[in-house]
């Protein structure tokens, strides 16, 4: 199944590359996504699937035309992990403050990005190899991604996202998750 995957992204990324550059770019507008993914522990992965907005925020003076923006990204999400033979399912809620740079001075389709923010779950995470003492999480994203279609209206990007409590309780063991991304810009 993890194969599956990761060759359905693979096939994703490059039906996204090979679409019609984009032209001037929609990141000054808001989007929807949907998103999956997975981390990586081998047999006892734990998957997730969200939902999410971006709202741009357009008051950063002297960042016109520096390929430099920044958003609000808001997420309800949901992972399921193993625990004593079953998949345990927990509800997130989180936002993410998110800095992102458009190659070319903003009229490339690739971008990077990165941010930090807060979610919270509906209970503690918990899986066979792994324990979490809060249901309060700081979160740090980066990823790298492709606009296509009409003015870059169509996003997918490929984001590594980790959680941890940063020490406020004991145990922190944290969790990564790789994450396919599919944006839409109105």
Request: aromatic letters at 12%.
């Amino acid at each position: 199944m993890h194969n599956n995957r990761m060759t359905m992204a693979a096939v994703l990324l490059a039906l996204a590359a090979t679409g019609a550059a984009a032209q001037p770019l929609a990141d000054a507008s808001p989007a929807i996504y949907v998103e999956g993914g997975q981390t990586l522990h081998g047999s006892a992965n734990s998957d997730m699937a969200g939902i999410g907005v971006m709202l741009p925020w357009l008051s950063v003076p002297g960042w016109q035309g520096s390929g430099r923006s920044f958003y609000w990204d808001l997420f309800a999400s949901q992972w399921r992990g193993p625990l004593n033979g079953d998949r345990r399912s927990i509800a997130q809620i989180g936002a993410i403050a998110t800095w992102r740079y458009r190659f070319d001075g903003g009229a490339s389709p690739w971008f990077v990005e990165g941010g930090i923010g807060v979610s919270v779950m509906d209970r503690l995470y918990q899986t066979d190899d792994r324990g979490f003492s809060t249901a309060f999480q700081f979160t740090e994203a980066i990823g790298a991604g492709y606009s296509f279609g009409a003015n870059g209206r169509h996003e997918l990007s490929l984001r590594l996202q980790h959680f941890s409590n940063a020490g406020i309780k004991k145990p922190n063991p944290g969790e990564n998750f790789v994450r396919l991304r599919y944006a839409y810009r109105f």
